[in-house]
Each structure stands twice: as structure tokens, then as C-alpha cells.
């Protein structure tokens, strides 16, 4: 079942701009933490950015000034505004949550993923 739906990734020039969305669907609830990982062809998984139910955020060192997380516990969305992006940042993006899930408690949920390639 799918708990989380990513959006936004696709081709851009170094330089330029993306905006990331997450949907979380109507199966999970009571959402804490929500986050942004990326994985790179070739390494692991890193954290790129959280936030918690309260709008508190933290960004990677990588990213910092460049890229920034916010959501809307309303809509149950969370985004990830990327900035003067670099090949560096090239990678697959995904979201996780920490919530509910109904009929299988408290977990921690991932998104399918999606591309962000940055590149001229």
C-alpha cells in the first residue's frame, strides 16, 4: 500500500530550481517527523532535511542556505524547496514520515522516490 507520494523531480540546469512535494494518503495519520533522504547512484542513503510536527527544521550541512523543508499538516504534505542546484545534488529524492498507519500502528513510511538530475 502506498503511504506517501512523491513529486516534482525531473531534469534542471545547475543554477536553477525544483520544488519537491510528498502526499501522505488517507492511510496514515498522527504524523510526527517528516524528512527528505536522497540516494546517489553508487552510495547510501543521506538525510537531507526534517522537520518536525512544530515546523522545526534541520538541513544537511550539504544543502544548507540552498535548500529549504516545510509543510502543511492540513494538506498532509510536506516540500523540499531546492535552490541554485549543483550536479552534486543529482540523485534519487524520497520522503519519509513517522505516523499511524491504520490497522498496523505506529511506523515509519517511505515514498517511492523521484529523480532529480541536474545537469546542463
Known amino acids: 500500500q502506498v503511504h506517501l507520494v512523491e513529486s516534482g523531480g525531473g531534469l534542471v540546469q545547475p543554477g536553477g530550481s525544483l520544488r519537491l512535494s510528498c502526499v501522505a494518503s488517507d492511510s496514515i495519520f498522527m504524523i510526527d517527523d517528516r524528512g527528505w533522504y536522497r540516494q546517489a547512484a553508487g552510495k547510501e542513503r543521506e538525510l537531507v532535511a526534517t522537520?518536525?510536527?512544530?515546523?522545526?527544521?534541520s538541513v544537511a550541512d550539504s544543502v544548507k542556505g540552498r535548500f529549504t523543508i516545510s509543510r502543511d499538516n492540513a494538506k498532509k504534505t510536506v516540500w523540499l524547496q531546492m535552490n541554485s542546484l549543483k550536479s552534486e545534488d543529482t540523485a534519487v529524492y524520497y520522503c519519509?514520515?513517522?505516523?499511524?498507519?491504520?490497522?498496523?500502528?505506529?511506523?515509519?513510511?517511505w515514498g517511492q522516490g523521484t529523480l532529480v538530475t541536474v545537469s546542463s
Open positions: 519519509n514520515a513517522r505516523g499511524v498507519v491504520r490497522g498496523k500502528g505506529y511506523l515509519e513510511v
Open positions: 522537520i518536525t510536527w512544530s515546523d522545526i527544521t
